[in-house]
């Protein structure tokens, strides 16, 4: 996409579409349109909608409306019919809400502006999780020859953090899952890049809840060729700490240590009898 067919000030968003500090006149100004009129983009870079955040934008419609407008296109071939470019989720909750128009603002785009577009809207409301994100800049590279520097300045990021994004997508399927689940976070992740075991150790990480400095820790120790520090199952102080317990309390004790930082105590008990037993000796310390 040439660079002067790409309108200026992209990283401000939506604002810079719609025109807000010049007259509104033309193709710029707001008009209703009927749902039915729309169709979704096909460039959307968001792929999931979690539907708790799009029922309470449901709500909000049905009590407010539709207040700002979508960036829609028309779609070539196609009478009184148009692309969401910006907005699919007001357009999905005025649908749900039952209303029959919505305000649109109409744009002639290109398919690369219309991806663009798509993102940065995403992108500045942090609707996109890691993995969206850093496939929609693969999609704009790849398809219209974006190069990083200029996907930095169009959705208004840092240069390294397109970079860092873009990283992630070399990471197994299994691992960007845990990412878009929310589940393991970037920095977590991009700990992970280029290692044979990632699956396994992003799991190891999920299930250890360690941060990304120790996940970097876990990293360099694997690279070292350093064997990870025993769990608390393993680790025969821990094992003994279990059974010292136990003795004085007759129960069954677990102790789950998370890397010398901080842990918790389990204490088993079958009968109410044995919990009232057990209150009544940690009364005594």
Known sequence: MADEARPRGLGRGLSALIGEDAPRSGNRAPRTVPTAFLRPNKFQPR????????????????????LQPLLVRPIAGESNAYEIVAGERRWRAAQAAKLHEVPVIVRELTDG??????????????????IEEGLAYEELM????????????????????????????????????????GKLTPGAARTLIGDPDAEARALEIVAGGLNVRQAEQRSKDKKGGKKPAPTAAEDPNIKALELSLANILGLKVQIADKN????????????LEQLDDLILRLKKF
Do not use: C, W
Not at 50 to 55: C, I, P, S, T, V
């Open 47 to 66: 792929k999931t909608f979690a539907e708790g955040d799009l029922n309470d934008l449901i709500a909000s419609v049905k009590d407010k409306g539709i």
């Open 113 to 130: 502006q219309a991806l663009e577009f798509a993102i940065i809207e995403n992108v500045q409301r942090a609707d996109l999780n890691a």
């Open 142 to 181: 790849e398809r219209f020859s974006y190069t990083q520097e200029k996907l930095a300045d169009a959705v208004g990021k840092s240069r390294p953090h397109v970079a860092n994004t873009l990283r992630l997508l070399k990471l197994p399927e299994p691992v960007r899952m845990l990412v878009r689940d």
């Open 260 to 271: 010398g930082e901080a842990g918790e105590v389990r204490i088993f008990y079958k009968t």
